[in-house]
C-alpha cells in the first residue's frame, strides 16, 4: 500500500542516492522537529512532519520561535453529495487537523487554496462550485475559523473563493488574528514626506 512519496523512495533508492533526491526535491536538509505523540499517531489518520529552520538573528528583537503549520486536505464526501454536506464535512475534518496542529504549538496556520470546496479550477466548470464562493469577512467559513483562532491563540491564514457586495468572485486568502479578527488590507498612500 503506498503511504507517502517519502517512504516510497526511502524504501526503494539506496541511502546515498536518496540524499541526494532529498535534496533535489526539498533543498537543505532540516532538523526534524519532536511532536508529541499524539500527533504523530493520532486517532484520525492524519500524516503530521515538523521541521526546524533557523532565521538571520537580528540585533534589535530578542529571539522568538514561530511555529508554522500547512494543512493539506482532501474532500470528504464525493462531489455529488450537497454543496453544504460537502463543506460541513470538511470542516469537521478541518478542526481535527488544526486541533493536532494546536497539540504542535502552531503559531500560524495555513490552509490550501479554496480548502472549503472541491478543488475545481482545473476542470473549469463554473457550476455549482461557484456557490462555495462566500463573503470573506461575515461567510461560513471566516464565522467558523474565528472561534478556532480565538480558542487556540492561533493566526490562520484561509484561503477561499470570495463572493464580494458587487458579485465578483475572487480566490482570495482571508488573515484571522489569534484574537478571532480578520485582518483588513487597508490601502494608504506612501508619502516620503511623513
Known sequence: ???????????????????????????????????????????????????????????????RIVRVGVIQNQIVLPTTAPLVEQRNAIYQKISK??????????????????????????????????EFAESAETGPTTLFLKDICKQYNMVIISPILER??????WNTAVVIDNFGKVIENIEKPYTSSG
Open 97 to 130: 487537523i488544526i486541533s493536532l496542529a494546536a497539540e504542535a504549538n502552531v503559531n500560524v496556520l495555513c490552509l490550501q487554496e479554496a480548502w472549503p470546496m472541491p478543488f475545481v479550477f482545473c476542470t473549469r466548470e463554473k457550476f455549482p462550485w461557484c
Open 1 to 63: 500500500m503506498f503511504e507517502n512519496i517519502d517512504t516510497c523512495l526511502e524504501k526503494y533508492i539506496p541511502q546515498e542516492e536518496l540524499n541526494h533526491v532529498q535534496r533535489i526535491l526539498y533543498g537543505k536538509k532540516l532538523e526534524e522537529l519532536q511532536l508529541p505523540e499524539s500527533c504523530i499517531n493520532n486517532v484520525d489518520d492524519v500524516e503530521v512532519k515538523g521541521f526546524k529552520f533557523d532565521s538571520l538573528t537580528e540585533e534589535l528583537r530578542e529571539k
Open 164 to 169: 464580494d457586495e458587487q458579485e465578483v468572485i
